[in-house]
């Protein structure tokens, strides 16, 4: 094409110089330069066109134009024949590029992305958020679980009641849609602060008087002037030439922008003014940082909020699918280049101010082209830029941020009369964090806003790596699972649980304003139980919510992370700590005696390297955001209420704690803010990262959760490989997050083990009651040696009582151990004053016990070391001679009615021991019974022959 363009010059200036001589081109220099600086002008040309998406803009691009050969060139890579386009050069290119460089839409192929202040189109799929988010929305937004919190699409919110009302699409776009949603478009949105529209149209007017006005200096100067060139009267051509080759150029670039331009459809909105919401939408644009071919693009916030001086015209722009007809081109290509062949001989022979009129407009209609566009987006716009040192920490974490942003501005937009904090404690939105609070109307619609993000980037297809707890949150939601599971498969489930279909765990999160007010709130997350791949009833339960946990998860570390204000005067220096550095510690009891709960005698022999800490504070402050510092006195205290100086940086005087919502004991935390209560804590330096504590935060409050539904934890046995405890249930529980990824076994065992052993503890099964139900010899003798001791001094409510029974069936330590069978358990428990005689809730007594069991040896100890009565009767008023008889234990029936067991008795059926054994057909003890009752009737006649003889 420019070889075409500029033969046709060479030829026009041929013409010319047969005329005039070659000689008169340098004098004619100001007269050649018009013309000839219109044809270029490319980077100018491009942006204007690709930016161009309605008949004025055409028509502004076509008055004193600029960039002639990029306008043809373009309307040739965009709308032309194959042929055309090798005639350019251009042959191989694909549509790709040409969308990419010279078009307003975004497609499957090209897209828009915010970079270093500028939006940059290139080829590939962005990860980039665009979405609106109605402050409007009802209440099912947000409690219904496939609610979406109020966020959309634009396209799903114009189509709503409210978008209806706010936002109005122009008559001509009414019936176009985008086949789908490609990625949102940047440049006309955000990059371009697009001036009113009457703006345009005085650039319009301006253009046309422009170009009208140098055609018609054109006709004066040299028909009523009559302005010599030279000396002469210009050639009679001249004129008629300029005004009509002028013309021509015009048309053709009006022309090419057209080509250009209707190659791309446009549904444009416009906000109503007479909206009648007090209440706008807020679009939002959000892009996590990534990497697209070899360029890096940086985290990008932007936020137009619905009122004055908001966007006022929302567009989308997509590709057409059908092409244009290729003489278009033809004829705009013909007309451009024969016009501009006109303007060029003709300003040629006119006089030079014609010439030098058309460069004056030329010049200011380009200033005004690019005046239109001028205003672009500013880098402080991105709202990251205004998070000081943390937008270095915010790569993860986008939505999060944004997400406690929403809420944040969604309380501040409340009519005041509902706002739970005044104005005052409400100006500083920029210190808000997100809490949790363990077990259990804005936090939950953080959350909610949160899993309605979460929603928006899974289909925009985020990797995991985009949102920094998502790989964490799924792992955690397939440990929260399994250990579902596994607590229904081998604890001892409350029967009103055993048939449940769904389970719902409420937990309690929170939002924290700088002032120090907090509004906590429960939060659903519903199970379903499912069905295996063999079809049968087998218990596999599934979340129904997962993303409920990535929101809970990553506002709170979040949270965590953006609090991190210095804790050492000296902290701008390298190594000072922070909240990201600062040592953490998992506390594991709350009890003055950690023995009392007996952790290092459970599963696998875990023995941490314990701390025994007094911490001072307000019951609010006992939470993972809380930095201690370790006072003179040696208690650790918010860094908050220490008033005194900070000594230099010692990082073994600052921690957090994680476990106040996990940690076995008791620890309330909440209630008063204002008494600060000394506590004792018991823990343990902790290794994992933040992340992973507070995902194990969670899990351990699940499953603090889970053994409220349980009445025991099934079966403990002795450690094969240890002299420990070991719970069936701990050890699967283990397993099973060991596996989902959450934690390593030490830190999964200390998320379950304090639970599990407290609720053991509350509920009488105590160290000592398991011990002796499996028969632990030497730790029972531990236990029970080192009562009246340490254990005694230091706790008085929780020592090793060997009467105190379990509170389900009141069974004590001697009880367990007489009914198993554990016989030198049992010599120790009578030692230490074990009441042999003591019942269950059933009144069967620990002698009646294991004699229907068969514990021949339990047996004669209790009857001769405990003094167990031998007519003591269960509930039914079965004797223990009852039972061994019933079940066929000779070797039992014989050493009780060795011992004077009366085989007469009836139980409430009238039944004696030796119908029992008939009815059971134990055949050895109904001889037993039966000799028993002829030796008892032989020594009765013997007794009564001698007292007959002796009278």
């Not at 041929?14 to 070659?22: F, L, N, S």
């Not at 109020?150 to 709503?160: D, L, P, Q, V």
């Not at 790596?465 to 409350?494: G, H, N, P, Y």
């Not at 550095?581 to 950690?594: A, G, H, N, V, Y």
């Amino acid at each position: 094409m420019l070889h075409l363009t500029y033969s046709l010059i060479a030829l026009g200036l041929a013409g010319h110089a047969a005329a005039d001589g070659w000689d008169d081109f340098t004098n004619n220099l100001a007269t050649d330069l018009a013309p000839i600086i219109s044809l270029f002008g490319e980077q100018a040309t491009k942006q204007y066109l690709s930016e161009s998406i309605t008949w004025l803009d055409y028509f502004i691009f076509s008055m004193a134009p600029i960039g002639i050969l990029t306008a043809l060139v373009s309307a040739i890579r965009v709308c032309g024949s194959s042929s055309l386009r090798a005639f350019i050069g251009r042959a191989k290119e694909g549509t790709g590029d040409v969308e990419a460089e010279l078009l307003s839409s975004t497609s499957r192929d090209v897209c828009e992305l915010y970079n270093k202040g500028g939006i940059t189109r290139i080829f590939g799929r962005p990860k980039i958020l665009e979405f609106v988010h109605d402050p409007n929305a009802p209440d099912s937004e947000f409690t219904d679980p496939v609610g979406m919190a109020g966020i959309s699409t634009f396209r799903k919110y114009a189509e709503t009641d409210h978008g209806k009302d706010e936002w109005e699409p122009f008559p001509e776009c009414r019936d176009k849609f985008p086949p789908e949603e490609y990625a949102p478009n940047l440049s006309h949105n955000v990059g371009i602060k697009r001036l009113d529209y009457m703006w345009f149209v005085m650039a319009a007017i301006l253009g046309f008087v422009l170009q009208a006005g140098v055609l018609i200096f054109a006709g004066i100067a040299t028909y009523l002037l009559r302005l010599e060139k030279e000396g002469a009267q210009p050639p009679s051509y001249a004129c008629p030439m300029s005004i009509i080759g002028t013309a021509m150029v015009c048309g053709g670039m009006f022309l090419c922008a057209f080509l250009v331009g209707e190659s791309t459809e446009e549904r444009i909105y416009a906000r109503r003014r007479d909206s009648e919401s007090s209440r706008r939408s807020t679009i939002y644009w959000l892009q996590p940082p990534q990497v697209l071919g070899d360029q890096t693009f940086e985290s990008f916030c932007y936020v137009v909020e619905g009122h004055g001086g908001s966007l006022s015209e929302y567009v989308s722009s997509w590709k057409k699918d059908n092409t244009t007809a290729s003489w278009y081109v033809w004829l705009a290509v013909s007309i451009t280049v024969v016009g501009f062949v006109l303007q060029f001989v003709g300003f040629r022979g006119t006089h030079s101010a014609i010439s030098m009129a058309q460069l004056g407009a030329t010049l200011i209609m380009t200033v005004a082209r690019a005046a239109l566009r001028t205003q672009r987006l500013d880098t402080k716009e991105n709202m990251f830029t205004h998070l000081g040192d943390l937008k270095y920490h915010i790569k993860g974490h986008e939505l999060d941020w944004l997400a406690i942003r929403m809420g944040s501005t969604q309380l501040k937009n409340r009519p005041q009369a509902s706002r739970k904090t005044d104005s005052t404690k409400i100006a500083d939105f920029e210190r808000l964090s997100w809490s949790f609070h363990g077990m259990a109307e804005l936090g939950e619609k953080n959350e909610k806003i949160k899993k309605g993000l979460c929603n928006r980037t899974l289909s925009r297809n985020f990797a995991n790596d985009m949102v920094s707890v998502r790989d964490m949150a799924e792992k955690l939601a397939l440990a929260i699972e399994s250990v579902a599971d596994v607590f229904f498969s081998t604890a001892t489930m409350k029967k009103s649980w055993l048939r449940a279909d769904v389970l719902s765990w409420a937990v309690k999160c929170g939002l924290s304003f700088s002032n120090g007010e907090r509004n906590i709130e429960e939060l659903s997350i519903h199970f379903h139980r499912e069905l295996n791949d063999f079809g049968d009833d087998g218990i596999h339960w599934r979340l129904e919510n997962r993303h409920n946990l990535e929101g809970i998860l990553g506002l709170w570390l979040w949270s965590l992370i953006s609090n991190h204000e210095p804790v050492t005067a000296d902290y701008r220096r390298p190594g000072a700590l922070d909240r990201g550095t600062t040592p953490k510690r998992r506390i594991i009891s709350f009890d003055d005696d950690l023995e009392v709960l007996g952790f290092n005698m459970w599963n696998r022999g875990s023995r941490p390297y314990t701390l025994k800490e007094t911490v001072k504070a307000a019951n609010d402050q006992c939470n993972p955001s809380t930095i201690w510092h370790q006072n003179d006195q040696g208690t650790f205290i918010p860094l908050e209420t220490d008033k005194a100086p900070l000594p230099g940086f010692d990082g073994t005087r600052y921690c957090q704690l994680f476990g106040w919502y996990t940690g076995g004991g008791h620890a309330s935390t909440s209630g008063s803010t204002e008494s600060l209560t000394p506590r004792q804590t018991w823990a343990i330096p902790a290794t994992s990262n933040t992340l992973s504590l507070c995902a194990q935060e969670m899990l351990g409050v699940f499953v603090k959760s889970i053994l409220n539904a349980t009445v025991g934890i099934g079966q403990v046995e002795l450690d094969s490989t240890n002299p420990f405890l070991k719970s069936i249930l701990v050890s699967k529980a283990v397993d099973a997050i060991v596996a989902s990824g959450v934690a390593s076994t030490d830190d999964a065992i200390w998320c379950i083990l304090p639970q599990v052993v407290v609720k053991e503890r509350l509920a009488g099964r105590t160290l000592l009651w398991h011990a002796a139900s499996i028969g632990y010899e030497k730790l029972v003798d531990f236990l029970l040696r080192d009562k009246g001791s340490d254990v005694e001094q230091n706790n008085t409510e929780f020592n090793f009582d060997v009467e105190l029974g379990d509170s389900e069936r009141g069974r004590t330590p001697l009880w367990q151990a007489a009914a198993n069978g554990h016989d030198s358990v049992v010599r120790i428990l009578l030692n230490h004053g074990a009441n042999a005689e003591a019942t269950d809730k059933d009144e069967i007594t620990a002698l009646v016990k294991a004699a229907e069991n068969g514990c021949q040896a339990v047996v004669r100890m209790l009857i001769e070391r405990g003094g167990a009565g031998l007519s003591l009767k269960s509930a039914s008023s079965r004797t223990a001679l009852h039972l061994a008889a019933a079940n066929g234990h000779a070797g039992v029936v014989h050493l009780l009615l060795e011992e004077g067991a009366d085989d007469k008795v009836t139980d409430e059926s009238n039944a004696t021991p030796l119908s029992l054994a008939i009815d059971s057909g134990h055949a050895t003890t109904i001889k037993l019974l039966n000799a028993h009752r002829a030796d008892h009737h032989r020594t009765q006649m013997s007794h009564q022959s001698t007292e007959n003889d002796e009278m």
